[in-house]
């Protein structure tokens, strides 16, 4: 009797220990860790340039262009002078590399060889005039040296020059095909690795704009019209330097008129110098100047004796021009042989119309039909 109550006292242990098992919570088993997803990388935006190298050739180029030029010019000595830094504007020394170099040359020079290549721009605002991208980061690339140049043609200079009256003659097209050739050659040379050919290309480009800055203001800069119309705008404590033009276009409103420095840029941020100022911005973060700054500090920025952001801007204007080239989806916004071709295989060139391309210089496109003549010549030369 006592083995059966023994035995049925253990059938109810094992029973209620199974129930206990049974009906308990279960510690969860540990998961294990989590498979990190696969990382699929995307496609970089268009406009998502390399680090640029500081230029290192641009004293030696600008020694050699700035005299060449100044002699072409005559007795003005506009870009070899070594300026006197008494109304400087801290814009001026942005650029370390620049802080002991006072000649126009130096800074033009050196911001050639700066935009060579992969530089940023900033017009999506003009996107509703010239069917660019909405976005700058869906911009393409562009730079001085970014696409090759177009072959210009009578043909295609009556397209893209908007007035048949405004083609220039032969000899001045051959003039423009020998430059045209001349980059394309040095470019893709560059492009192999040539360290020689990238110092040519930017001797060629740096007389292209120091012949530029002659036509657009350096024989004139210091006549008695520029002094005349520097007292007009003064700012309180600013006085014309030498070499720095101001002029009065009669056909613009009064908001526009005033055109300033080497490559007479309006003192009006949301004007002409919007797009350059902002690319300004992104390579000098901890030196700004912002697109709301009142006319009297932009007359000081861009009338400043070194003329740092006049040359910085002279250079970036052909840069969104070509930009403008590159990424509209307009026809007459692009040269003829770009037909049919994509945004990725375009050529370009600084020989349009402003309203096709957002080109900034009269020279470039022939405006009095003279001076693309006398460009081309000096540049030439």
Request: proline content about 7%; overall charge positive.
């Amino acid at each position: 009797m006592k083995k059966r109550i023994l035995l049925l006292g253990l059938i109810m242990i094992v029973n209620s220990v199974s129930a206990m098992s049974l009906f308990r919570s279960r510690r969860p088993e540990p998961e294990p860790d989590p498979v990190p997803p696969v990382q699929i990388p995307s496609d970089p935006p268009a406009q998502t340039p390399d680090p640029t190298p500081s230029p290192i050739n641009f004293i030696e180029v600008a020694d050699q262009v700035g005299k060449s030029v100044d002699s072409y010019f005559g007795n003005y000595q506009a870009l070899d002078t070594r300026r006197v830094d008494s109304l400087e504007h801290e814009s001026d020394y942005c650029e370390i590399e620049l802080e002991e170099h006072q000649k126009f040359s130096e800074r033009v020079s050196y911001f050639v060889e700066l935009q060579l290549e992969d530089t940023k721009t900033h017009l999506a605002y003009l996107a509703p005039y010239y069917a660019v991208p909405r976005d700058n980061d869906d911009f393409h690339l562009s730079g001085l040296a970014q696409r090759p140049l177009c072959h210009s043609t009578s043909s295609s200079l009556r397209k893209t020059l908007k007035k048949s009256d405004r083609v220039p003659g032969s000899s001045v097209i051959s003039k423009m095909n020998t430059f045209e050739e001349k980059v394309n050659s040095l470019r893709t040379q560059m492009i192999a690795g040539s360290d020689e050919a990238k110092m040519e290309l930017s001797k060629i480009w740096s007389r292209f704009f120091s012949c530029l800055a002659y036509t657009e203001s350096l024989s004139t800069a210091d006549s008695s019209s520029s002094q005349k119309v520097a007292k007009k705008y003064a700012p309180s404590g600013y006085r014309k330097p030498a070499g720095v033009k101001f002029y009065e276009d009669p056909y613009q409103d009064e908001a526009s008129k005033l055109n300033i420095g080497m490559y007479q840029f309006t003192p009006k941020g949301s004007g002409n110098i919007n797009a350059c100022l902002k690319s300004w911005n992104d390579r000098y973060p901890s030196c700004q100047v912002a697109t709301g700054s009142s006319r009297s500090e932009l007359v000081r920025v861009f009338g400043s004796s070194l003329q740092t952001m006049n040359a910085f801007c002279g250079v970036n204007k052909i840069v969104q021009t070509f930009s403008v080239q590159l990424n509209s989806t307009k026809s007459s916004a692009i040269h003829p042989s770009n037909s049919g071709r994509s945004k990725s295989d375009r050529c370009v060139t600084p020989f349009i119309y402003s309203g096709y391309a957002y080109n900034h210089f009269g020279p470039l496109m022939n405006s009095t039909r003279s001076n693309l003549s006398k460009l081309m010549t000096c540049v030439m030369k």
